[in-house]
């Protein structure tokens, strides 16, 4: 386990390094971090616990010498922490450094990539690439509105990336280029579609500088499966942890980035990113209710929060917590209106509220705020599927399954749509690929036995192989056991019927639920165990229905009269026939 | 998703409008001459003016020509004022600075157009008139670059710079002139590093944008060739031939990297939506009638372009499709499909849907299970195609798309007449029952005559022509191939009628081909080809002279003329093919039947008729036919050399039944040689062929087994022969195959009659006449009929006459018809039964005998059957010694002594085929 204190120092160095280079979102995230440390109690007073959310400026100040003045430990890439912290070099090229920095800071890429043009020194080379990818970024962005052609044609490109590439790989021929540059380097390769490339950069970036984020995070959308992500080749250190487990959270092995992150809470215990990716695992895992009381925690604490609060919204929804989401989508809403996510919040409420030709509105809008964001096509073809707009759907939900092929929730929402169109064969492919991506959940499994057991297909070996599976992935609302004894009972195969009646019946008693199911349920078994002439159990079954009202007290009634007689000795006479 | 309400046709500016805006304005000078400055002569001036007019009608096409083709076309028409009109152009472009020189530029253009009124003002003045073509042209040039915003004018200056740049990059004139240009336009950029540095690398930037466009722009030997030659050709057969040519496939991946700067330019030639329908059209075409020869990776890296340019155009995916599919990658044809229609509900493209029909809500998902059943079909799946084809059929009828319902009832009944599925019954019973409630009890066959009938009353009624064609075609097949019974009648009435009649299947087969009268009668919406905007500059070709097919290398020749032809009548490719494949299915009919030269005759039509439009299985088909032939008729020398050609021709496609012929021509010629080891390998392989699936591929199976059990008999091996034999027997009659059961059982007298067993071999080959005679196969009637006789002088030598009789019987079909070894075996047989009878005495009547044998002995020289051709050496040797010819005895003895030792010693010289 590192130490605290030494996290704190790294964090703090890394943070004036990673603003100094303009890497802005990745000083956010560290800052998030630095505040999240659990302060040293010993060191500070109980008032000072109260706002160590922002420990003082002089504290800060302190600390910052502290990290300088505290000689490093002895540089070797096997111990963990021993990363060593770069020293920077920004007293040789100062002032239009300064300059390049403050015109960056304005939004005036090009001109500070300008006034670098002469520097050589790798802060400067890094801040000035950096800069015009950023100005190729918006001038991208502004041609993809004004090329829109007939066939959603955009084709804009950053131009810049090919003279970025160039100069990048003959610095890294030479070896000029620092762990930053590496950094640009990967993503300019990502964004050219070198994939692999980009990969060894970015490991490479990682392993020598691991405070920058989002390298990581960069590193983390290459890693699309399990086996890529265990062929990287990265240094130990306390970064790699919050990698792997949002690495781990993406390939949906929610319980080993669970696991992650609770380490990882050891030291950063109040850190709001933390508990917003637990919460996201949580959610992942369908645990409603916690994760609604992490995200009212985590709004306590940062009330203009907008990142993940979509997240939040969908748990309202389905907790149908409509005071509590329409509370939240205002509040996000004056927060900042364009961001997809306080779209996608409002969409959800809308839909909630059932108006889904307003939620479809706004979720629209957030597509056009981001292209590329997946829960709003798929939330948007639930709305057309509401809507009875099935091509619609179809489309957002092929549109979100391009995007990211692992999307379960497209797929089945894609299987839903052909079955509801009453094309269950068609259907079947894409309930396959989504229970590809989860097979641990129990509700697409039901819904594909429900697919093979529409009247169309009729298939009903496979149907009672799903709900199989359903039950083994432990399903929660019972549907599969009910099923699977009604479709035993169908083919005639009673003793199958009686197992999962009864098993149905134990789930309905520890539940304590009641309903036609456990009618039929009682009634099956009684009648089942009558024939087979286990009398006492099927008196225990029959003097249960006796308890509840309506045509099934007379059916008990008469079954218990059948069993008398049977155990009497009476020759086997069917009471029933007899009107009595 | 807004780019989606702009109108698809819009006609936008692009560097190329402007060259020929340029031209234009040197053609018509405002100034008032009556021969503008550089033209010496008026037929100069009027060759520019048709050059224009064919510039401008060609603005339509997909991909607009590069300025360095613009250049090279130039100086053909310019002839010796070349320099001068190239020089100009390219002057006058690098002359546009600023996108205010364009807002000049269009200024200008509009002084090149009368006014209205003027029109008839003055006789010598050169003044476009507004409402000509070239007029048009320019106004709408004028009015499209008006509604651009400041934006798209900087679009516009900055292609038109990369426009200039790739035109000097591939003549590789870089010189200093132009640096002013690229300073200007690259102002915006403050990289001033990359002036310090050398201009080495800029260099090697313009090389690469060259490189990365060789995929569309041709830079191929071939094609400058052809610019040099004067013809004028359209981007789009450029961008085809540079298709074919699969060596352009490497570098296209390898400048895959530097794509993204191509794109850029290439995204300005892109037409509209229409166009590229076309476009995508002409390409599945290609994926069709070249297979897999064609190289799906460039197709692929073609596709991927579009998609890039244009995201929304989900035509692409499913062109893909088809070229997945044609490269027999199963799971990529899945995706695509289902991704195809996923995002089009199947509205986009598919002309078989009327477009008035209101289908905004619902989608057309039915074609997509249609495709996806015909998809399983191919890949071999039949028992999910069946799955899938039945929802195809329930929702087809839910959503009352009668066209598409009719479309799956063909599809379904092909796929049933194909596979031959023997458990269909738990499918198709509880889901389609077509006009019965009792259709589950059905056998296969009668459920796919009802499935026909169904399909083509409903095409009937709706004119799906094309469709109506097929289906005649398929009932000529299924006629063919089954005995019809009246189905599902058992009264008195019940006519028995047992036999496929030659009428009825030539009636269907000409149904069928009625098909091109109806399409000249009827100018339908398939006349769209995409092809007809470059069918103008074809046009042109002619009456300049240019020799039009020269570059055509010659297998090709009679599709250009067809094509050529194709806009004068416009026959779609599709009509056409079916009507080629009435030919085809002529030809098999014929095949059947035993009429020989009827069969070849109707595939020679085929292959020289419509081989070009067809697809290559079926080309392929044709081939392999012909070949065969060969093989039967003109020994097998003749068969493999031609068998070597086709081998190169086809080697690509899939399934390609190439290699099926060559192990069928291997065994049947290791038979004949007497090597039966080559024999049962040959014989293994091409059972190794065939899927293990059951029910599928039963015809490759029946083939492999009887093959095996007529080496077996050729080893002797009788009681193993008559095991396979069997077995095959049974197989036949579970899968309903009632020809091959006809051949079964003559293969089971022949093995009872090699074994010396006549008397159980009569009853075999009696059958065998029987179905014969009842499916009207002629030829194997005949050689039956010569098996019977055989087997009847094997009862002893007083039969002789009775087999005699049979034999002249059967005479005429098997001389006329028969092939080699048939007529040899003829020969000799009769010979054999002159000698065996009594009556007949040898030395009066020699010739009789001598003429067969010299006959038989002649065939079976070509064919290298040893062990006839020795039987009949014998023979010929044992009269000659009876008349006394000592010499000829000697000579015949010779021969029959170098025919057993070739026999013995069957590896002694192996044939360098295998």
Redesign the interface.
């Known amino acids: 386990m590192v130490s605290k204190e030494s996290c704190r120092n790294e964090i703090r160095a890394a943070i004036r390094q990673l603003s100094d280079r303009c890497l802005y979102s990745a000083a956010k995230w560290a800052g998030e971090q630095l505040v999240g440390i659990e302060q040293d109690p010993s060191n500070f007073t109980p008032s000072n616990t109260r706002f160590q959310r922002g420990s003082s400026s002089i504290r800060r100040r302190f600390g910052t010498n502290e990290s300088i003045s505290t000689p490093q430990p002895s540089v070797g890439f096997s111990q963990p922490p021993a990363t060593p912290l770069p020293q920077d070099d920004e007293v040789i090229d100062g002032d239009l450094y300064l300059l390049a920095k403050s015109y960056f800071d304005c939004r005036e890429y ?2 500070a ?2 006034v670098l ?1 002469d520097q050589m020194s790798k802060k400067s080379v890094f801040l000035r690439c950096y800069a ?1 990818y950023l100005a190729g970024e918006k001038r991208k962005e502004e ?1 993809m509105i ?10 804009a ?1 950053n131009r810049e ?3 970025l590439e ?1 100069e990048l790989s003959a610095l890294k021929r030479t070896g000029a280029i620092d762990s930053f540059g590496l950094y640009l380097y990967g993503v300019i390769l990502k964004e ?3 994939e692999s490339l980009a990969r060894t950069c970015l490991v490479e970036s990682v392993n020598s500088y691991p405070w920058n984020w989002s390298a990581w995070s960069e590193l983390q959308s290459l890693c699309t499966s399990i086996e890529i992500l265990n062929s990287l080749s990265l240094n130990n250190h306390w970064m790699k942890e919050f990698f792997l487990a949002s690495a781990y959270q993406e390939l949906r092995m929610h319980t080993e980035s669970l696991a992650k992150y609770e380490y990882l809470q050891g030291i950063f215990s109040f850190s709001n990113y933390i508990q917003a990716q637990t919460a996201k695992a949580q959610y992942c895992l369908r645990e409603f209710d916690q994760v609604e009381i992490m995200f009212e925690d985590l709004l306590r604490n940062d009330p203009y929060r907008v990142e993940d609060m979509d997240l939040y919204s969908n748990v309202l929804y389905a907790k149908e917590a409509c005071a509590a989401l329409s509370y939240l989508a205002h509040k996000v809403f004056l927060t900042d209106k364009y961001r997809p996510e306080s779209c996608c919040i409002v969409g959800n409420y809308y839909s909630l509220k059932g108006q889904h030709e307003k939620a479809v509105m706004y979720f ?1 809008r957030a ?1 056009k705020l981001n292209k590329k964001y997946l829960s709003a096509w798929t939330l948007m073809g639930h709305e057309y599927v509401e809507m009875k ?3 619609a759907a ?2 957002a ?2 549109r979100a399954v ?1 995007i990211n092929p692992c999307d379960y929730r497209a797929w089945y929402g ?1 299987g839903q749509a ?1 079955e509801m ?6 259907a079947l ?1 894409y309930f396959r690929k989504s229970i590809f991506f989860l097979p641990n959940d129990s509700r697409l499994w039901i819904a594909m036995g429900k697919c093979y057991q529409s009247e ?1 297909l ?1 298939m009903l070996e496979e149907a009672i192989n799903c709900y199989k599976r359903a039950v083994n992935c432990g399903d929660t609302e019972g549907i599969a056991l009910n099923q699977l004894a009604k479709l035993h009972k169908k083919l005639g195969r009673n003793e199958e019927a009686a197992f999962y009646f009864e098993k149905d019946l134990e789930r309905m008693d520890a539940e304590g639920l009641e309903g036609p199911n456990m009618f039929e349920a009682l009634v099956f078994l009684a009648t089942h165990l009558k024939t087979n002439k286990k009398f006492d159990e099927a008196e225990v079954y029959c003097t249960r229905l006796l308890d509840y009202s309506g045509p099934e007290k007379e059916k008990a009634k008469s079954l218990l009269r059948g069993i008398r007689m049977a155990q009497t000795g009476f020759p086997s006479m069917d009471m029933e026939h007899f009107p009595l | 998703m807004a780019g989606l309400t702009r109108t698809a046709g819009a006609f936008t500016v692009t560097p190329h409008k402007i060259s020929v805006c340029i031209l234009l304005q040197l053609y018509a000078p405002s100034a008032q001459m009556s021969l503008p400055f550089p033209f010496s002569s008026v037929s100069q001036h009027n060759r520019l003016g048709l050059y224009l007019l064919s510039l401008t009608k060609s603005c339509d096409d997909i991909f607009e020509p590069k300025l360095e083709d613009l250049l090279n076309q130039l100086r053909e028409v310019g002839e010796d004022m070349d320099a001068w009109l190239t020089d100009h152009l390219t002057n006058r472009f690098s002359s546009l600075t600023s996108p205010d020189d364009l807002l000049n530029f269009f200024n200008d253009m509009r002084g090149i157009l009368g006014s209205v009124d003027s029109g008839a003002a003055q006789d010598d003045q050169i003044i476009l008139d507004p409402s000509s073509n070239l007029g048009m042209f320019v106004r709408r040039c004028i009015l499209a670059f008006n509604l651009l915003s400041f934006e798209g004018v900087c679009h516009l200056f900055t292609s038109i710079e990369v426009y200039c740049r790739e035109a000097h990059s591939s003549s590789a004139q870089y010189d200093a002139s132009n640096d002013n240009l690229e300073s200007l336009i690259q102002h915006d950029q403050m990289d001033m590093e990359k002036y310090i540095m050398d201009k080495a690398t800029e260099e090697i930037e313009l090389q690469k944008n060259a490189s990365g466009s060789v995929p569309f722009h041709l830079h191929t030997p071939e094609a400058l060739f052809k610019v040099t030659e004067g013809l004028l050709v359209t981007r789009k057969e450029k961008s085809r031939t540079n298709m074919k040519k699969t060596e352009a496939t490497p570098l296209a991946c390898a400048s895959s990297s530097t794509a993204d700067d191509t794109l850029v330019d290439e995204s300005l030639f892109l037409r509209t939506n229409y166009q590229i329908q076309g476009c995508l059209m002409e390409q599945a075409d290609a994926i069709e009638t070249h297979g897999s020869s064609l190289s799906s990776s460039s197709i692929e890296s073609f596709l991927q372009k579009l998609q890039n340019l244009a995201p929304e155009l989900h035509r692409v995916h499913f062109l893909r499709y088809l070229n997945k599919l044609h490269s027999d990658d199963y799971f990529a044809a899945l995706d695509n499909l289902l991704r195809y229609f996923d995002y089009s509900a199947g509205t986009e493209g598919f002309d078989l849907v009327p477009p008035s029909a209101g289908c905004s809500m619902y989608g057309r998902y039915e074609i997509a299970l249609l495709c996806l059943g015909m998809m399983h079909f191919r890949f071999g799946h039949p028992n999910l195609a069946l799955e899938v084809l039945t929802e195809a059929v329930r929702v087809s009828q839910q959503l009352s798309n009668d066209t598409c319902l009719a479309y799956t009832l063909a599809a379904m009944s092909n796929l049933l007449s194909e596979m031959g599925i023997a458990s269909t019954t738990s499918v198709l019973g509880s889901s389609y029952s077509p006009g019965t409630s009792t259709a589950s009890s059905l056998s296969v066959q009668q459920r796919v005559y009802i499935l026909l009938k169904e399909s083509l009353r409903r095409a009937d009624s709706l004119k799906l022509r094309r469709l109506v064609a097929s289906n005649h075609l398929a009932m000529a097949k299924f006629e063919l191939m089954h005995v019809q019974r009246p189905l599902l009648s058992f009264g008195p009435k019940a006519s028995m009628r047992h036999k496929t009649c030659p009428v009825s299947v030539c009636k269907e087969i000409r149904l069928g081909a009625h098909l091109i009268s109806d399409f000249s009668a009827e100018s339908s919406t398939m006349t769209i080809d995409g092809s007809l905007s470059s069918a103008w500059l074809k046009d042109l070709q002619k009456p300049w002279g240019q020799p039009v097919f020269s570059q055509e290398s010659g297998s090709r020749k009679s599709s250009t003329f067809f094509q050529f032809c194709d806009h004068l009548v416009s026959i779609p490719g599709s009509v056409s093919q079916i009507i080629g494949a009435s030919y085809l299915l002529r030809a098999t009919s014929w095949e059947l039947y035993g009429s020989a030269p009827m069969a070849r005759m109707n595939t020679l039509v085929y292959a020289t008729l419509f081989g070009d439009s067809s697809s290559s299985s079926d080309a392929e088909l044709a081939y392999l036919k012909l070949i065969q032939h060969l093989a039967l008729y003109k020994g097998y020398k003749d068969a493999f050399a031609a068998l070597k050609i086709a081998e190169e021709k086809f080697l690509t496609v899939s399934k390609s039944k190439v290699l099926l012929l060559k192990l069928q021509l291997l065994h049947e010629h290791a038979l004949h040689r007497g090597n039966l080891k080559l024999a049962q390998r040959m014989c293994n392989e091409l059972g190794g062929l065939a899927s293990t699936t059951m029910g599928v591929d039963m015809e490759l199976k029946v083939e492999a087994s009887l093959r095996e059990a007529r080496t077996l008999l050729a080893a002797k091996q009788y009681s193993q022969a008559a095991n396979v034999a069997h077995s095959l027997f049974c197989t036949c009659h579970k899968f309903n195959l009632q020809i091959e059961k006809a051949s079964v059982l003559l293969l089971l007298a022949e093995i009872h009659k090699k074994s010396g067993n006549a008397v159980l071999g009569l009853p075999y080959a009696l059958a065998s006449i029987s179905f014969c005679q009842s499916f009207n196969l002629d030829l194997l009637k005949a050689s039956a009929t010569l098996t019977l006789a055989e087997l009847w002088l094997g009862l002893g030598s007083n039969h002789a006459k009775r087999a005699l009789d049979l034999l002249h019987g059967a005479f005429p079909m098997i001389l006329g018809h028969g092939g080699l070894e048939l007529r040899a075996r003829a020969y000799i047989f009769e010979a054999n039964c002159y000698l065996s009878d009594p009556s007949f005495s040898v030395s009066t009547d020699s010739d009789t005998v001598l003429d067969s044998l010299r006959q038989a002995s002649d065939e079976l020289q070509a064919l290298e059957y040893h062990e006839l051709a020795a039987e009949a050496l014998y023979l010929m040797a044992m009269v000659y010694d009876k008349l006394g010819r000592l010499e000829e005895r000697e000579e015949a003895a010779a021969l029959f002594k170098k025919h057993i030792t070739a026999l013995e010693n069957p590896q002694h010289e192996e044939p360098n085929m295998a």
């Open positions: 090009r001109r990539s300008h043009r015009l041609e004004e090329l829109e052609g007939p066939l959603g044609k955009s084709d490109i990336l090919v003279s160039r050219k579609g070198n629209r597509l707009n099935t091509s179809i489309d939900y092929r391009d894609l052909y169109m009453g094309m269950p064969f068609y492919h169309q009729h």
